[in-house]
């Protein structure tokens, strides 16, 4: 092999980052996470419309580069679509607020009331009492995790 192609090859290999691929946060918040586990240790967090730097991807899961920080966040929670934040932005692509929160997978109480006002009959309230009691630390699921025998 030519020393040149090589060496360049070489180069290549050594800086993935310098040609990683953008990606967008597109759930309300998720936990970078030390490795592509959902139980592994939280290296920074991360927002809607956060744009990310791809690393690599594999089972699943994508390493991203994020403020300086790096770690793995499940595919599911990422887009290769550039997320829309900004009342200009909306404009440009004919989108309303309700459809940019349900394409970033939220739930706004905007979007809540018009399922109400549809004839909808989910208990919302339902829903509430889940989300704002439901908290579980990573310590907690890495030792359910350990005491249920899963892998």
């Not at 030519?2 to 980052?17: D, E, G, T």
């Not at 899961?61 to 550039?82: C, F, I, M, N, T």
């Not at 932005?89 to 009331?113: I, N, P, W, Y």
Request: glycine fraction near 8%; charged fraction near 25%.
């Amino acid at each position: 092999m030519n020393k040149s192609i090589f060496a360049f090859a070489f180069l290549l290999a050594s800086v993935p980052s310098a040609f990683a691929e953008p990606v967008w946060v597109q759930v309300r918040q998720s936990q970078l996470r030390a490795q592509p586990k959902f139980y592994a240790s939280s290296t920074g967090s991360v927002r809607y419309g956060d744009k990310l730097e791809r690393v690599s991807e594999s089972g699943g899961w994508v390493k991203v580069q994020a403020q300086g920080r790096e770690g793995y966040l499940p595919l599911s929670a990422v887009s290769e679509d550039h997320i829309v934040l900004s009342s200009a932005d909306l404009q440009k692509v004919r989108a309303d607020s309700t459809q940019v929160v349900l394409a970033g997978k939220g739930f706004s109480k905007e979007v809540e009331q018009q399922y109400k006002r549809d004839g909808s009959q989910l208990r919302y309230d339902l829903v509430d009492y889940v989300e704002q009691s439901a908290r579980v630390s990573p310590g907690e699921v890495s030792q359910f995790i350990n005491q249920g025998g899963l892998k």
